[in-house]
C-alpha cells in the first residue's frame, strides 16, 4: 500500500514555461511534507518543504502548496530552466506527540521532468 | 558535494558472498539512514541510527545487518541474498532526530547487483 503516491512518471516542459509537479498522500498522519531532487549518479538533494500548518511555502522559482483536505501537494517551478531536468521524489513524514520528527521518510516513486531549451 | 560518502558505488556479488557497504558522513550529524530503491518503486526507509542506537528496522530480512559504530560511520552487512535485493541502496545523515524536522542529507548510493 502506496502511502505517497506521484502518478506522473515524467513531465515535459519548456524553457521558461511551468512546472507542476503533483502528490497524493494517504496517512493522515504524515505532518511535514518535502520535496527532493535527484540527478543522475547523485543522491536527492532537498528542495523545499512545508509543515501541515501552512498551505504554501515559497523559495525563488521554487514553490509548494498542500491541500491538507485533498491530502495533495503540489511542487510549481517558474520559470522552469534546463538545469532543472532531474527526477523529483515527493517525501512525508509523521511527528511524534512530543513534535520531534522520527525521521521516518516514505517517498513517492518519482517524476522525471525535462525541460526543453 | 553533499558530505555523505558511500563505497563501493557498484557491486555485484553471488548469492552465498558476504558483503558490507560503508557509508561516512562528514557533516558532523548523530543520525544516519539506510534507503532500499528497487527499480519502479520508491525508495524505502530500512534503517534509523540516532547517536549510533537504532531507532527504526522498518521489518527488513536479517539477511540484511546494519552496524554503526559511531555518528559519522554506517554499515550495511549482507549475507545470503536473493537477486531481489538487487537495488540502489542509499545511505543519509541529519543532525539528529530531536527537532521537528531535521534535513536529511544523501549519499550517491551503491548500486548492487545480486546474481
Known amino acids: 500500500d502506496q502511502q505517497v503516491k506521484q502518478n506522473s512518471p515524467s513531465l515535459s516542459v519548456q524553457e521558461g514555461r511551468i512546472s507542476i509537479l503533483n502528490c497524493d498522500y494517504t496517512?493522515?498522519?504524515?505532518?511535514?511534507f518535502l520535496w527532493y531532487k535527484k540527478y543522475p549518479a547523485e543522491g536527492p538533494t532537498f528542495l523545499i518543504s512545508?509543515?501541515?500548518?501552512?498551505d504554501k511555502n515559497e523559495d525563488g522559482r521554487f514553490t509548494v502548496f498542500l491541500n491538507k483536505s485533498a491530502k495533495h501537494l503540489s511542487l510549481h517551478i517558474v520559470p522552469s530552466q534546463p538545469g532543472d531536468s532531474a527526477v523529483y521524489f515527493c517525501?512525508?513524514?509523521?511527528?511524534?506527540?512530543?513534535?520531534?520528527?522520527?525521521?521516518?521518510?516514505?517517498f513517492g516513486q518519482g517524476t522525471i521532468l525535462t525541460v526543453h531549451p | 558535494e553533499t558530505g555523505v560518502t558511500q563505497t563501493p558505488r557498484h557491486l555485484v556479488m553471488g548469492m552465498t558472498n558476504k558483503k558490507s557497504l560503508k557509508c561516512e558522513q562528514h557533516?558532523?550529524?548523530?543520525?544516519m539512514y539506510w534507503y532500499k530503491q528497487s527499480a519502479k518503486k520508491p525508495l524505502e526507509l530500512m534503517f534509523v541510527?540516532?547517536?549510533?542506537?537504532?531507532?527504526e528496522n522498518n521489518s527488513v530480512p536479517s539477511r540484511f545487518s546494519p552496524e554503526c559504530p559511531n555518528s559519522s560511520h554506517l554499515f550495511l552487512h549482507l549475507h545470503t541474498l536473493q537477486p531481489e535485493d538487487s537495488a540502489l541502496y542509499l545511505c543519509?545523515?541529519?543532525?539528529?532526530?530531536?527537532?521537528?524536522?531535521?534535513?536529511?542529507?544523501f549519499g550517491p548510493g551503491t548500486r548492487l547487483t545480486v546474481l
Open positions: 512545508i509543515s501541515s500548518i501552512k
Open positions: 557533516l558532523g550529524h548523530n543520525a
Open positions: 541510527y540516532n547517536f549510533k542506537e537504532q531507532t
Open positions: 517525501a512525508a513524514s509523521p511527528a511524534n506527540a512530543g513534535g520531534t520528527s522520527y525521521g521516518k521518510l516514505t
Open positions: 543519509a545523515s541529519s543532525q539528529d532526530l530531536g527537532a521537528y524536522w531535521n534535513e536529511q542529507f
Open positions: 496517512n493522515s498522519m504524515f505532518d511535514y
